[in-house]
């Protein structure tokens, strides 16, 4: 049952994040079958999809009844909340009450020490993902109010800051997660997502709000020093695993599809065939952790030219296949070719003056700067040219946009120089 904690005259909030618990009497009750429940934009995409529970649910790490729910779609937050007759909070609220109703940085003030004791953040020193903890795990990072877990643990989906703007597509995690470090989340951070992602990072929180707006007027998050060294992952962000079979001498990238020159070309064709070209940009994952780099390759634009397209290119995709993982599996991904070439997409053989690693993508991998790294297969085995768009692993398992462009919003820069950041 929800505890509901008093804010002012006007806003009720609950004392802990929805919990699997809680969540389990919607599935029970039919809720993923009741139109009642859901709004209208809600629904269409609720038919569209075929499960019926959350992404994680009933799997180990997910499923005590203490645990807060995750993979939850922003719909299925907001039919959770209509069931339970409350609502979700929009940024002004949510805001107001993690700032202390504007007072502090922090839900608990403006305490920057023992952060690993206060909420459940991740990257001590290290990319390393501790994963959620139950409700209550930490008294220390509670508001005031008694509020729990407003930072950190699982994101909260909250309607935009600016309701006029308010888009079918995005809406909005605040308070971070266990994915986000310490010392770059406070109550400013936001993360505009699309609607339908499910992964391990999306939670509920719940409000009861008769619509009065609180006297308070959102911040801008400003850029806070970071005082730990914080890397670039080292863990290998590919759910078929890292295909180490590979060498240089024998990679071969295929071009293949509506095309009318197929092709195979190993690395030192692409060194040598093509004009070598290097670009700056910041490389940004779907949970915001984001990288200043400096990479060389070949311009996607000089491979089209190569094969010629058989089709216009603003009637193609670009289907970028994985070399396949130990157990067989192959990673894709599409991406419209005009797009891409828009955008100034490359091959890439090197990041920082170094050749890529196993983990980021050796020997080859696409980068394209606007687009979150979702979208850029590593270990790049084939370019299929087709006139069909197919979602990825992502957009199929976790609800990723399928687009994947990067929204705007915080993210935390990671590298010598670690720092807060807005994208604009």
């Known amino acids: 049952m929800t505890e509901w904690i008093k804010i002012d005259e006007h806003i009720l909030m609950s004392k802990n994040l929805v919990t699997v618990q809680e969540y389990s009497d919607f599935i029970t009750s039919r809720g993923y079958f009741s139109r009642k429940f859901w709004s209208e934009d809600g629904w269409k995409w609720k038919k569209s999809q075929l499960f019926n529970k959350p992404a994680y649910w009933?799997?180990?790490?997910?499923?005590?009844?203490?645990?807060?729910?995750?993979?939850?779609?922003?719909?299925?937050?907001?039919?959770?909340?209509?069931?339970?007759?409350?609502?979700?909070?929009?940024?002004?609220?949510?805001?107001?009450?993690?700032?202390?109703?504007?007072?502090?940085?922090?839900?608990?003030?403006?305490?920057?020490?023992?952060?690993?004791?206060?909420?459940?953040?991740s990257f001590f020193g290290e990319f390393t993902e501790p994963g959620i903890a139950p409700i209550n795990t930490y008294p220390h990072g509670s508001s005031p109010d008694g509020i729990s877990d407003l930072i950190g643990n699982v994101g909260e989906w909250c309607l935009p800051r600016?309701?006029?703007?308010?888009?079918?597509d995005v809406a909005v995690l605040r308070g971070g997660s266990h994915w986000h470090i310490p010392h770059a989340i406070d109550s400013f951070f936001r993360v505009p997502t699309y609607v339908g992602t499910r992964?391990?990072?999306?939670?509920?929180?719940?409000?009861?709000?008769?619509?009065?707006?609180?006297?308070?007027?959102?911040?801008?998050?400003?850029?806070?020093?970071?005082?730990?060294?914080?890397?670039?992952?080292?863990?290998?962000?590919?759910?078929?695993?890292?295909?180490?079979?590979?060498?240089?001498?024998?990679?071969r990238l295929k071009i293949s599809g509506k095309v009318e020159k197929m092709a195979e070309l190993s690395l030192h064709d692409l060194q040598t065939q093509f004009p070598v070209t290097e670009q700056s940009g910041l490389f940004v994952c779907v949970c915001n952790?984001?990288?200043?780099?400096i990479v060389k390759g070949v311009l996607l634009k000089d491979i089209v030219e190569h094969v010629k397209p058989k089709l216009p290119l603003n009637e193609l995709y670009i289907r970028q296949i994985s070399i396949p993982g130990p157990r067989g599996i192959v990673y894709e991904s599409s991406i419209p070719l005009n797009q891409s070439l828009n955008?100034?997409?490359?091959?890439?053989w090197e990041i920082d003056g170094k050749p890529l690693t196993y983990e980021l993508g050796f020997p080859a991998r696409l980068i394209d700067f606007q687009l979150y790294g979702y979208k850029q297969v590593k270990a790049l085995n084939e370019l299929y040219f087709t006139d069909k768009f197919e979602p990825?692993?992502?957009?199929?398992?976790?609800?990723?946009?399928?687009?994947?462009?990067?929204?705007?919003?915080?993210?935390?820069?990671?590298?010598k120089r670690s720092y807060k950041t807005n994208l604009q």
């Open 58 to 121: 009933k799997k180990k790490r997910y499923s005590s009844l203490d645990m807060p729910v995750t993979g939850i779609s922003f719909f299925e937050a907001e039919a959770f909340a209509h069931f339970t007759s409350a609502q979700l909070p929009n940024e002004l609220v949510w805001e107001y009450i993690a700032t202390n109703k504007g007072g502090t940085r922090f839900p608990w003030g403006d305490d920057v020490q023992d952060l690993d004791k206060r909420a459940r953040l």
């Open 162 to 168: 600016d309701l006029k703007k308010l888009s079918s």
């Open 199 to 251: 992964d391990n990072q999306t939670g509920i929180r719940l409000i009861q709000w008769d619509g009065t707006p609180p006297n308070y007027s959102l911040k801008e998050s400003t850029d806070v020093s970071i005082p730990l060294s914080i890397q670039r992952p080292t863990v290998p962000f590919r759910q078929e695993g890292i295909p180490q079979h590979i060498s240089l001498n024998s990679y």
């Open 289 to 293: 952790w984001a990288e200043p780099n």
């Open 343 to 348: 955008n100034n997409a490359l091959i890439c």
């Open 392 to 415: 990825g692993w992502w957009e199929t398992d976790k609800g990723y946009d399928l687009a994947g462009k990067i929204q705007p919003g915080s993210a935390t820069i990671i590298g």
